[in-house]
């Protein structure tokens, strides 16, 4: 049976209970979440029979210099359905993971620095976006989780850099185009200082001709001298020269280190472990002071997190999102990929918050009322008796809630499930209970 | 696993939900004599390029080859006042206008300056003066302040503005009931009562499950091809009329049209931006036949968080911007206006000399719009509603 903290360990921190790893949960839950913050191992194996974003990128430019619009139009329907395999390989790739907390890390950050397939012929670039960017620095420090973000062709595609051009730039002044703001804005306003968190509108504009020159070519991160605003630009009050030819990695190192993000970053990061209303002052002073000294080293930030008497709390909770609701899933039915589990592998779809499907760059919300609104409940409740319906399980009802649920179980669930007229309605009563919903 | 096309294709009028016995949605007391769709275009609709103000000389100059055109030229604007016109595409709204069912309101604002979507959302949605300071939207003040009322977001998340401890308040995102697993689903409900986290949720889905929509008659629609919804907001407006006209029905809808953040590529006369203006304009000319009979006591608002930069960027796009346009349009609507001050394009005229400046807060309109037309009452509407609103008054005549 899975005791209670082993409950918060599963869920709160890692991405569900496969009965099989029950054991070893119970014998130390602590021990086992800490034990997934060594090795870095959310990239190892990720999506490795998939092409790069370099490679698919590299037939797109050829494709828009050829200007053959079937060409255009078949490559994106084959770019559409390759996304479309990615996610449901991704979810497999989460269900089936060892280190699950880094699953959930990977997530935290990936719709930290959040992209989206709203952005027309981007289907390509999201899924490799956190294959390429997120995965393989988890446990980096953020100033090169972030660097790399920056500089990885989704993220420069995405929020418009690549044809950002500093006005007295080579080509700015032949062509007569200018700044896009986009990227810059988003760093500052959503990936480091955050709202109020010290920069002006003049900070923007100068982050956006630092970074100018920062374009995408031969599918990949290249630098435009001709398109790089070349004058000195003043940045939160630093002079940054126009010889100085790192002088836009060093901004987002400036970033990545200023007290502001460490407040912003570690806020949604204690937000996302620790249950209750407001987000706990103390456990956030204790990230925040990590966060500093260690010059934002990830690992020990999470260490940290993990020794956190709030985020054990086995009396609170927080509750489920749809990723976690559909790996939990996974992972409780042992779910297998054939054509019967397709449907399994759409439901994002009918759940919403589709992966890589957010409305803008800010990602999807953290926050339990956004997360269980009414119509997002019933589509849960209404998916959980269509896999009770339709799927086989290694354990009876009552003896399934006690490996996946176990201490945390209500009498009154507990009593559903016994009471229940039939296994398909035990399995829908497990699967739709509060405490499946929760982590 | 249906895919959505064919779902939608095999939809006809109303087909959307079970016949079921005629059950109340809400308490008895909801009222049915006025309805709301409120329509959020989130992104930041560039105001000028949906109602251009082709007469204004700065326009033409710096909107250049952006520019749309004066009316009778080839892509000109439809004319609306001989200073203000609408985009050439969207016929439907400039149908509605010279109905008389249609006012425009220029240069709309929140009253917080700032040009980040997320937190000039949170405002437009709490209605205060900045973000953050809010624990509940507007609109979730009012129900909870004027019980007769109750809204619904047609979305799968409650959005900012509906959130709250009203409890006739709900989420909801049509799709079809398979009424084996209705039972089953009650008894599932029962296990959350007591749980503070999800309860709410339940209860609120739970309610709206009891209700049956009749199928729209035949009387209330034209039977012509023009009327069927095409796209996805087009079958979404028409979920919403069928929930606000079944009895005990909500009566505000709030929804969200999302994409109008335009930084690079939007086009003028033709483009990204105009087809998704056009698709706007042809959706919401259909609320008046998906409401039928009620769209006497109708009306739409459509607002957005902000507006865009007066001039176009690196990229053939726009930033954000400030102010915007606002749209009422309903059988209630005393329509045919054009309402706020035009404070002009000059360059002392924009705001931080890049932003077309506002002059009429959008407070002024969410307040004159349930005072005039949903009769809530002012100082509800001053104290608690639109608290430290006080300055910006209401504008008159906007209902028969």
């Known amino acids: 049976m899975l005791d209670n903290k082993s409950y918060i360990a599963a869920y709160r921190f890692g991405m569900g209970v496969n009965p099989k790893d029950i054991s070893i949960i119970n014998k130390n839950p602590q021990k086992w979440v800490l034990s997934q913050l060594g090795k870095p191992m959310a990239h190892r194996g990720f999506l490795s029979d998939f092409a790069s974003s370099k490679e698919l990128g590299i037939k797109v430019e050829a494709a828009a210099q050829s200007r053959n619009s079937d060409q255009i139009k078949t490559l994106r329907q084959e770019y559409k359905k390759l996304h479309f395999e990615a996610i449901k390989a991704r979810t497999l790739f989460s269900i089936n993971s060892k280190f699950p907390v880094q699953e959930r890390l990977t997530y935290f950050w990936s719709n930290h620095f959040a992209v989206s397939v709203r952005k027309p012929d981007f289907y390509h670039l999201a899924f490799n976006f956190e294959k390429e960017a997120i995965r ?31 006005p007295n730039s080579t080509i700015g002044k032949r062509k007569s185009v200018g700044l896009n703001e986009n990227l810059a804005r988003e760093i500052l306003e959503l990936h480091t200082l955050g709202v109020g968190g010290g920069y002006k509108q003049q900070d923007v504009i100068a982050l956006a001709k630092l970074i100018t020159g920062w374009t995408v070519s031969g599918g990949e991160f290249q630098f435009n001298p001709e398109m790089h605003e070349p004058t000195d630009i003043e940045f939160l009050g630093i002079i940054y020269k126009k010889d100085d030819n790192l002088r836009g990695i060093k901004a987002l190192q400036y970033l990545a280190r200023h007290p502001s993000t460490a407040h912003f970053v570690s806020k949604k990061l204690v937000r996302h472990f620790c249950p209750g209303k407001e987000v706990p002052e103390n456990a956030l002073s204790t990230i925040k002071m990590v966060f500093l000294n260690s010059k934002g080293d990830l690992q020990q930030v999470y260490q940290a997190i993990a020794n956190l008497k709030e985020a054990w709390d086995t009396k609170r909770f927080r509750v489920k999102n749809n990723q976690d609701f559909i790996i939990a899933l996974g992972k409780a039915i042992n779910i297998k990929p054939n054509i019967k589990s397709d449907y399994y592998f759409n439901s994002y779809k ?6 890589f499907n957010a409305r803008s760059p800010q990602g999807y919300l953290d926050d339990d009322k956004t997360i269980a609104s009414a119509a997002i409940m019933k589509s849960r409740i209404e998916m959980a008796i269509l896999v009770a319906k339709n799927f086989s399980f290694n354990f009876k009802p009552t003896e399934l809630a006690q490996q996946i649920i176990g201490e945390t179980l209500s009498g009154k669930t ?13 399995y829908s009563f497990l699967l739709a209970s509060p405490e499946f919903q929760k982590r | 696993m249906i895919n ?19 059950v109340k949605l809400y308490s008895a007391g909801v009222r049915q004599d006025k309805k709301l769709f409120l329509i959020i275009l989130r992104g930041g609709l560039d105001g000028m390029a949906m109602m251009p103000p082709f007469a204004d000389i700065n326009y033409q100059k710096i909107r250049g080859d952006m520019a749309i055109g004066l009316p009778g030229e080839n892509g000109g604007a439809l004319n609306l006042d001989g200073f203000f016109g609408l985009h050439p595409a969207l016929i439907g709204l400039k149908t509605l206008y010279d109905d008389k069912e249609l006012i425009m309101f220029n240069a709309v604002a929140t009253p917080y300056r700032n040009r980040s979507h997320f937190a000039v959302q949170d405002v437009l949605e709490n209605g205060a003066t900045t973000p953050e300071s809010t624990q509940d939207g507007w609109l979730n003040r009012l129900v909870s302040n004027d019980q007769k009322n109750s809204a619904v977001a047609l979305s799968k998340e409650t959005p900012f503005i509906l959130s709250g401890g009203a409890k006739n308040v709900s989420s909801f995102y049509p799709h079809k009931i398979a009424p084996d697993t209705q039972n089953l689903i009650n008894k599932i409900a029962d296990l959350y009562r007591g749980d503070t986290l999800l309860e709410n949720s339940i209860d609120q889905f739970m309610q709206i499950d009891k209700t049956a929509m009749k199928r729209l008659s035949k009387d209330d629609i034209n039977s012509d091809k023009n009327s069927a919804p095409s796209g996805e907001l087009e079958n979404l407006l028409l979920s919403t009329a069928q929930l606000m006209k079944v009895e005990g029905g909500a009566n505000i809808a709030v929804l969200n049209v999302g994409g109008w953040d ?11 931006l105009a087809k998704k203006m056009a698709d706007l304009s042809q959706a919401l000319a259909k609320i008046k036949i998906y409401m039928g009979k009620e769209w006497k006591n109708s009306c739409f608002l459509t607002v957005t ?16 911007g400030t102010a915007s346009i606002a749209m009422l349009g309903g059988g209630a609507v ?28 959008i407070r002024k309109i969410f307040k004159s719009v349930i005072s005039g037309h949903l009769g809530v009452n002012q100082t509800a509407i001053e104290n608690s509603i639109f608290p430290d609103s006080s300055t910006t008054g209401y504008f008159s005549d906007l209902f028969h």
């Open chain 1, 136 to 166: 393989p620095n988890i446990f980096n420090k953020f100033e090169d989780l972030l660097l790399t973000v920056v500089a990885h062709p989704a993220m420069l595609i995405y929020l418009d850099n690549i044809k950002s051009t500093g």
């Open chain 1, 350 to 355: 009918s759940l919403g918050e589709e992966p």
């Open chain 1, 414 to 426: 507990k009593n559903a499930i016994f009471g229940a007229q039939s296994d398909w309605q035990g």
């Open chain 2, 4 to 22: 959505r096309r064919n779902f939608l294709k095999t939809l006809a009028f109303g087909s959307f939900f079970a016949l079921a016995p005629n």
């Open chain 2, 262 to 272: 335009t930084h690079a590529n939007q086009g003028s006369v033709g483009g990204d």
């Open chain 2, 305 to 320: 968080e902000f507006g865009r930069t007066f001039h176009i960027n690196g990229t053939k796009g726009t930033d954000h």
């Open chain 2, 334 to 361: 005393n329509g045919k206006k054009i309402l706020g001050t035009w404070p002009g394009l000059a360059p002392t005229q924009l705001f931080e000399k890049r932003d077309l400046n506002a002059t009429t807060d």
